[in-house]
């Protein structure tokens, strides 16, 4: 099954695209309040374990960093990211056995 077949999230997951990290121009990261205000917004509680994934691991690091910033200490990066996890039909892992690995 190819990636763009299944679309969906890992359960229990907070979107949040990676360039909401960024400035307007996207050329530098947001402040560390603007950072603190985003994440509250979406609901991420920053002394949780927090693992973050995109489609390949690279973009999911932006914001892996952002959230370091702020305080975050539980971060890890699922490097599967969706080209793992969207791969097969019906996982039976979620959010809260990635989070077991911190």
Known sequence: MCIRDRKGCVPGSINIFFKEFLSAEGTTMKTVKEIKELADKKGVDINNPITAYCGSGL????????????????????????????????????????????
Do not use: M, T
């Open 59 to 102: 973009s999911a690091c932006i914001p892996l960093f952002g959230l370091h910033r702020i305080g975050a200490k539980k971060l890890s990066l699922y490097d599967g990211s969706w080209a793992e996890y969207g791969a097969v039909p019906e996982p039976k892992w979620n959010l809260q056995n990635l989070n077991k690995l911190n």
